[in-house]
């Protein structure tokens, strides 16, 4: 049974840091495709960062320069490591998993989610308080 697991959101102040982490297990194989996504309330899921198993990485403009995600296979887990957060970046974040795996992350990776993305984990909260 393929299982996502989230960790590491919590509560900080404008300009700390968070890393999350996305423990994957049950996947047949390590091919595959992680999307970083949040969603705040009363606003649309945002795609913020995408991976592929071999490590091509794409950032939205909001957090680009800001988060930085990255695989350990050893230990299959993906990360997402925010820097100088803000008020906006609030949300619950979610990882997610495209076994279809690209080699490289393709442009409409977030273009709709629910499509691509088979697998999602429950999410983990991060709030930045100013």
């Known amino acids: 049974q393929v299982q996502l697991v989230e960790s590491g959101g919590a509560l900080v102040q404008t300009g700390g840091s968070l890393r999350l982490s996305c423990v994957a297990s049950g996947f047949r194989h390590d091919a595959y495709m992680i999307g970083w996504f949040r969603q705040a309330p009363g606003k649309e899921r945002e795609g913020v960062a995408c991976v592929t198993d071999i490590g091509h990485a794409v950032y939205s403009e909001s957090v680009k320069g800001r988060f930085f995600t990255s695989r350990d296979a050893a230990k299959k887990t993906i990360y997402l490591q925010m820097t100088d957060l803000n008020p906006e970046d609030t949300a619950v974040y979610y990882c997610?998993?495209?076994?279809?795996?690209?080699?490289?992350?393709?442009?409409?990776?977030?273009?709709?989610?629910?499509?691509?993305?088979?697998?999602w984990g429950q999410g983990t909260q991060v709030t930045v308080s100013s």
């Open positions: 997610a998993a495209d076994v279809d795996a690209p080699v490289r992350v393709p442009a409409n990776w977030a273009s709709d989610p629910p499509q691509r993305f088979e697998d």
